[in-house]
């Protein structure tokens, strides 16, 4: 709780109160209390046991709430953390699905219909952007304040202001990130590129650490077969190369206290050429402008190329597909490559919000939504939906946590907990970040390749970066001009124009759009957050 009271303090010295509309990647929790004084009721009251027993929304009947998630292809409310969830609450859930295809539109629809869904959870930053303009959701400043405790615990002051309009309205509970940090630094590796083990035993070669070792082997490879040796879907930006050239995931870089879009980092025109040069001599797919994902998991898991960007949960699938042509093939990761052998590579973890659980105003029983989701905000609560029980379905060897699994059907191991992470709620970012490695081995493929990626995390550099708590604040026009300098990079690899001038001509037209006060509006921020984010220690 220090640390949060630290936080708190600086934010009113401060007067941070920006709100920002759009998602972010990164942010820090404060300490939550790990309590929940009526857990059994499915609330807490910051007022006082008396107070509570006084309160009929804690005391009285427990109505069945009504909750709307995003799509899945499954039945949430046959899955065992609903249960679990009723047991520690005493409330009955009842979960609805927006459909895979027009979700938003359909949302849009049946807000504006006055559907009397209780909460809205996860929604998207730019789904809440236009349930805002609508005026649709519910101000939760007073419910938070009656039966949030746990909740306002759990989230951290800057995540709080990324959920609170000029006026103070909080419209939202924010689901912060927890990908790790500078401070935490195992497991915060989860993809990179994926090689196929037995074209790189064939080759007599070792995973890539470095720009030059990247490049050989992809040389090796196509001298050899003719093949591409690498494909990925199209895309301008490939985020593990990137590393080479001094940038990464972010999007915006601190540049000695002046925040940097990529497009202008130093490594940029290098960058390109270094990606045209693939492109030119086979290397990389010549599909890429067009490929979509599919195609290229196709061309690697047959053999017709040696690797391909994928993340560690990717592995199931792609352990499937590789299966097909070489059983006795795996999947080994390259990660965020160093410049050169005599440098040290870096790595840019995000830190912010995920998205926000809100309740829109035609909600039947806000309240009792704030008491259920705020006593699953408990941690134990938390643990039990999110991973179960220590020991039946996970167990924590070293300090970090492992999945159980039985071979008895219907065992409560860890099989039964695969989704769960769509009923939890909030709780201190960096105990989730401790549970989610659970999940992180939740196949024998999947804990292999996670562990072998991340056994030289020691070596790297990590840099925090926060720049979705700045993103609600850009021009709005600053999605068009991504959108058409990603196109504009895609069309430069394929064609091979001068790097430079394709750099030079993109920044022209960044300064004559979008980008000046974009650059601004960032600069902004993070004069105005300097101070704080010197505390903003863990994520």
């Not at 101000?139 to 800057?158: F, P, Q």
């Not at 709780?427 to 493929?445: G, I, L, Y």
Request: overall charge negative; hydrophobic content about 40%.
């Amino acid at each position: 709780m220090k640390k949060l009271t630290l936080k708190r303090t600086l934010c009113a010295l401060l007067a941070i109160g920006t709100a920002l509309s759009m998602t972010a990647c990164g942010g820090d929790s404060g300490t939550s209390s790990g309590t929940s004084s009526t857990a059994s009721t499915g609330g807490t009251s910051t007022d006082g046991s008396s107070a509570a027993e006084e309160d009929p929304f804690l005391t009285g009947e427990k109505p069945e709430l009504s909750i709307l998630y995003y799509y899945q292809a499954y039945d949430m409310n046959k899955e065992p953390s609903v249960q679990i969830s009723e047991e520690i609450t005493g409330y009955k859930v009842k979960w609805y699905n927006l459909p895979q295809e027009n979700a938003t539109q359909k949302l849009m629809l049946e807000v504006a219909g006055g559907a009397s869904y209780d909460m809205i959870k996860g929604c998207g930053f730019n789904d809440i952007a236009q349930l805002n303009t609508q005026n649709a959701l519910m101000d939760l400043n007073e419910l938070l304040d009656k039966y949030g405790s746990n909740i306002k615990s759990a989230v951290s002051d800057l995540a709080w202001d990324v959920v609170t309009r000029d006026d103070g309205t909080i419209y939202g509970i924010p689901h912060e990130a927890f990908n790790g940090s500078s401070e935490e630094k195992y497991g915060i590796l989860k993809g990179g590129i994926g090689f196929r083990s037995d074209v790189l035993e064939e080759l007599g070669a070792e995973i890539p650490t470095n720009l030059d070792e990247f490049y050989n082997v992809l040389k090796a490879y196509h001298d050899k077969t003719g093949n591409a040796s690498m494909t990925m879907a199209k895309g301008g930006w490939q985020t593990t190369i990137m590393a080479a050239f001094g940038m990464g995931d972010a999007v915006w870089y601190d540049v000695d206290g002046v925040m940097t879009p990529r497009l202008k980092m130093e490594g940029m025109v290098d960058y390109l050429a270094f990606m045209q040069k693939l492109y030119q001599e086979g290397l990389l797919d010549n599909d890429m402008p067009i490929n979509a994902t599919a195609n290229a998991q196709e061309k690697y898991s047959s053999n017709n190329a040696m690797c391909m960007p994928m993340m560690f949960w990717d592995i199931p699938a792609m352990k499937a597909a590789l299966d097909a042509n070489n059983p006795e093939a795996s999947n080994v990761f390259m990660t965020y490559l160093a410049p050169d052998a005599d440098t040290a590579p870096t790595i840019y973890v995000a830190q912010g919000v995920q998205s926000a659980t809100v309740i829109p105003k035609t909600a039947k029983n806000p309240e009792h939504a704030v008491i259920w989701f705020n006593a699953l905000a408990d941690v134990d609560a938390f643990r039990k939906v999110y991973i179960g029980e220590e020991g039946v379905s996970y167990e924590i060897k070293d300090g970090q946590y492992y999945p159980i699994f039985t071979e008895e059907e219907g065992d409560m191991d860890f099989n039964m907990y695969t989704n769960a992470d769509k009923f939890a709620s909030v709780v201190d970012s960096d105990e989730v970040f401790k549970m989610w490695q659970a999940r992180a081995r939740k196949t024998p493929e999947m804990a292999v390749a996670y562990e072998q990626m991340n056994s030289r995390v020691d070596e790297y550099n990590v840099v925090d970066y926060y720049e979705s708590f700045f993103t609600g604040q850009l021009p709005a026009e600053q999605v068009a001009l991504d959108t058409e300098i990603n196109d504009t990079l895609i069309k430069a690899i394929a064609e091979g124009t001068d790097a430079q001038t394709v750099v030079n001509d993109l920044i022209a037209k960044w300064d004559a759009g979008a980008g000046a006060g974009s650059e601004k509006a960032a600069q902004e921020w993070y004069e105005a957050n300097t101070d704080m984010l010197k505390y903003f220690t863990k994520y």
